[in-house]
């Protein structure tokens, strides 16, 4: 599975990106999907993730409420629509799949990686 994150950007505080994550899986609707960020001087991070089949989803406490994780089978694509953002949600967002059913929050389960997109939130 080859995955394709884009989207990032550089937005003011208080605004919204959406990035998006295409995958290259001919059975994308198998796979769940998840974000990662990771901050320059920290350690990667869970951010959201949307399982398969049910298309249930997670959100780490830090983004709950601001960020709606979302997936169109049809598409091969996993978005990730942010609002409200805040400086410290400035990283490079990585996108990422995995073959266990529903979703993942542990970075360990997912096998497949994206090549990151940088979002940089201006005070």
């Known amino acids: 599975v080859q995955l394709q994150a884009s989207g990032g950007g550089l937005v003011q505080a208080g605004g919204s990106l959406r990035l998006s994550c295409e995958a290259s899986?001919?059975?994308?609707?198998?796979?769940?999907m998840g974000w990662f960020r990771q901050a320059p001087g920290k350690e990667r991070e869970f951010v959201a993730a949307?399982?398969?089949?049910?298309?249930?989803?997670y959100y780490a406490d830090s983004v709950k409420g601001r960020f709606i994780i979302s997936r169109a089978n049809a598409k091969n694509t996993a978005d990730l629509q942010m609002n409200s953002l805040k400086p410290e949600d400035s990283a490079i967002y990585y996108c990422?799949?995995?073959?266990?059913?529903?979703?993942?929050?542990?970075?360990?389960?997912?096998?497949?990686w994206g090549q990151g997109t940088l979002v940089t939130v201006s005070s």
């Open positions: 949307i399982g398969w089949p049910g298309g249930s989803t």
């Open positions: 899986a001919r059975t994308f609707s198998s796979y769940s």
């Open positions: 990422a799949a995995t073959s266990h059913w529903n979703y993942r929050t542990d970075e360990e389960d997912y096998g497949y």
